[in-house]
């Protein structure tokens, strides 16, 4: 802009772009900030890395204030101005596949959650994209097709992931790359041939057979009991009255229990269907609720089976049987770290009740087992007693087929009747 000698009364200026004027109510004429005639090169605080926004998808060009960052900021300029500076739909023709696995993950995190807490998606999503980063990271997402996907299905083989596993983080990669194709991030093309590839069968791949998860018997359960803390032992039983799942077990609280009938309904505040819009119901009956009724006097709001109290009782037991006088050796309490790297929570997760159980189980000197078989020992036990359809509705489940994979067939009416025919 420059200023150019006065005409009357009135300063004159000119400009060599666009200016757009307006008067107020004095009189007095007033010029509009000018508009960048590109969109400009930022920093984006948080990565530190340089942003442009194109086409109203942002676009991240490396470490800011760098060469490397500049020319790809020129690069993807003119791709923009070559496409007729759209204001929306722009795509990335370079992008590689470890920004878009940065993009996902990011998407992830917000998505796969339920409330303020990530649901038990976010950990495979994270196996998959480490896997695709280290082998792919630098190749356009755009030359990501069949070929790469069943390369990279040959490497899970080679690290020894199960058939069923290896099909999961398959359709984990299809369902990313679908999640860019409707940001707009790539053409609908990648996509369709990527979803050509087909899931491992079995006996027809190198992939192992996953193993099955069968009931656990009732006289293994009552030998791991002794070794178990009292309160993962009720929380044993519980769940093996009542077939629920592990973390419905860990979020039980007295507020979620409706205990004004006979039977006693708990209804968790997340379970593993709760994105579907579906509702979870379990019943509680007798045996349940004289496991449950030392632990609801308290705050309706805390969680009934907590991991801190747990240690603490374990504390007591231990000076309890202590030998050793007070006068010697470590006093209670002093022997603790400061700031230890992992404390005991409000209440127990699903990966430290597993981890009591196997403890329990080493101890007891028998084969380690988990809290799922609990779930399926419940469920063969309901489909025997009252049948497949009573076993379906215990469980939670919408679909009897999925109940015939908890619930194991009672092979002793079929050996009954073989014995009277056969």
């Known amino acids: 802009m420059r200023y150019l000698p006065a005409v009357g009364s009135e300063a004159i200026f000119e400009v060599s772009f666009p200016v757009v004027y307006w008067k107020t109510s004095n009189g007095i004429s007033h010029m509009t900030r000018p508009t960048a005639p590109f969109p400009t090169y930022r920093n984006h605080k948080s990565s530190g890395q340089a942003v442009v926004t194109l086409g109203g998808h942002e676009h991240y060009l490396g470490k800011f204030d760098t060469a ?25 023709s370079q992008l590689t596949v470890v920004v878009l696995c940065r993009d ?50 040959e490497k899970m083989i080679d690290k020894g992931w199960s058939r069923s596993t290896i099909n999961q983080q ?15 991030k790539l053409p609908p093309e990648t996509m369709q041939a990527l979803s050509a590839v087909d899931g491992l069968r079995a006996g027809r791949s190198r992939a192992r057979e996953p193993r099955k998860i069968l009931p656990i018997d009732d006289a293994m359960v009552n030998r791991t009991l002794p070794f178990l803390s009292p309160i993962v032992a009720d929380m044993v039983r519980l769940q093996r009255l009542t077939g629920t799942r592990p973390e419905e077990i860990c979020n039980i609280r007295p507020c979620d229990l409706d ?13 593993k269907n709760l994105h579907k819009g579906l509702d979870r119901t379990i019943h509680i009956g007798p045996q349940g609720q004289a496991i449950l009724a030392k632990y609801l006097d308290r705050d309706p709001e805390t969680h009934c089976f907590s991991a801190s109290e747990s240690e603490t009782e374990r504390r007591q037991r231990q000076h309890a049987s202590r030998r050793t006088p007070l ?96």
């Open 68 to 92: 490397a960052s500049r020319a790809e900021y020129d690069r993807l300029i003119s791709e923009w101005i070559a496409a007729g500076r759209p204001k929306t739909g722009f795509l990335d």
């Open 104 to 153: 996902y993950l990011r998407h992830a995190k917000t998505y796969y959650c339920n409330g303020n807490r990530g649901t038990g998606e976010l950990h495979p999503i994270k196996a998959m994209i480490k896997l695709l980063r280290t082998h792919y990271g630098r190749q356009r997402a755009v030359d990501f097709g069949p070929l790469s996907l069943k390369s990279l299905r």
């Open 170 to 184: 398959v359709q984990r990669i299809k369902r990313m790359f679908r999640w860019a194709v409707s940001e707009e």
């Open 259 to 271: 205990r004004s009938g006979d039977v006693w309904i708990y209804r968790p505040p997340s379970h």
């Open 327 to 422: 006068n010697a050796g470590n006093r209670p309490g002093t022997n603790c770290r400061a700031n230890p790297k992992r404390t005991a929570g409000t209440k127990y997760a699903t990966a430290s009740y597993r981890r009591a159980i196997a403890r329990a189980c080493t101890a007891a000197k028998i084969p380690i087992w988990g809290p799922n078989r609990l779930r399926h020992s419940a469920a063969t036990e309901i489909r025997r007693r009252f049948g497949l359809e009573a076993s379906q509705v215990v469980l939670g489940h919408t679909n009897a087929a999925v109940t015939q994979i908890y619930a194991e067939r009672d092979f002793k009416l079929a050996e009954s009747v073989m014995r009277e025919l056969g």
